[in-house]
């Protein structure tokens, strides 16, 4: 497999006897180990070009950090400072927001909430520690349509102070691209069609930064691999042919290791999942790793290709045990103050928009969250759609009124997802990130316990950037 996650190499030591895993010595060196000191980063936006598509096609001109796509790792210990300086080398405006890190507002990267935004030829500096270990990622939040649509993401992994026995710790970022015929990426970003549907999805998915035909694997080996879907619309539904995958978390969040509900991981933009994947397979053969999200467009992401070696070990492992959870406080639901969020907007089938009704300005604004659009990325004196007391447990009941499904993100916090359409879910798992099908209701359930203003927002891009984003002030 490509990209293996830095700190691998690290855990040698550790793995080595660990629960009975041998470590083959397979581990590759790490691509790029940073000179700099532990906790230390830096990040370079500018304009780059990347072979997305293979060597049979041109070079695609991207936005990038760090001139890689995806953006280099980033690789932080639980509990532990880092420091990102980041230097913007694009013609315009960025930021960079730390996706599902519960940090101080003032380093969430939302222009004029947390912070002026980083003018060309200009750096800013990023500190925080995060509380929770897990994957998670960063992109910008300003002109997201085309920093994200052009390239600008990456992995931002918090390692657990022990780590779990694994023969491999594996990233997969899975990224959508409207691509044309020579490889580069179509214009056209917020034109209404997609404002008002479902959003740019676009023709060509990448693993790591590249169409994968195949990623290797070896017979019976364990492997953590985290997917994280930084794409700006696609929702992804992933089926491992002849694989049972165990959900081990979920944007960064632990949960009790689980087969996900008919084999389908279902995969919003922005959300992470965490997966143990034994590797039962037969060497030398080849498995699908199928998305079947949209109704007759299901394609293969890539393959896994077994090595026609003989099993790396002769018995099966015994199941996992939980990832330890983090120190997220437990919502009171009880006590917990109610508050319904209603989703509007969007076309309809009749060509109407939903709920949309008592808008008064329609040029830009597709959507609305309880009569109210925001629109673009975040800027100074947005007004919040509520009030919330710091300290106290909220529970909202987020109602999507329209055709369309919404990955809705809170910044700054994760939260428990209690119920669908009044129906208490399973494991009751946190997430930062929570899919609200069409027509459909989903409870969550939080403590407001970061004081400051956090947006809450839909994350297929172009549903937040023409109105369906809110601001929660926290006091
Ligand atoms: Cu990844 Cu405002 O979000
Ligand atoms: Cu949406």
Redesign the pocket.
Known sequence: MSAIVGAATCRRSFLVGAAGLLVAGTFPRASAESSKPPGQFALTAAKGRASLVGKAHPATGVWCYGGTIPGPIIRARQGEPIRIVVDNNLSEETTV?W?GIRLPIGMDG?PGISQPPIAPGQRFTYEFTPPDAGTFWY?P?ADSLQQLGRGMAGALIVDEPGPIAVDRDVLWMLTDWRLTADAQIASGFGNSMDAAMSGRVGNTVTVNGAVSKEERVRAGERVRLRLVNSSLARIMALRFEQHRPLIIAIDGQPCDPHEPDGGRLLLGP?MRIDLLLDMQGKPGRRYRVIDDFYDGLAYWVTKLAYEDKPPLRAHSLDPPPALPRNPVPEPDVTTAQRQELRLQGGMMGGGGMAGMGGMSDMSHAAWAINGTSMTGDGHAGMAPLLTLQLGRSYLFTLRNDTAWWHPM?L?GHSFRVLSRNGRPVPRQQWADTVLVPPRETVDIAFVADNPGDW?L?C?VTDH?VSGMMAILRIV
Request: no cysteine; net charge neutral; hydrophobic share 25%.
């Open positions: 927001h996706h939302v992109h939040h922005a993100h910044h947006m927002h994350h937040q």
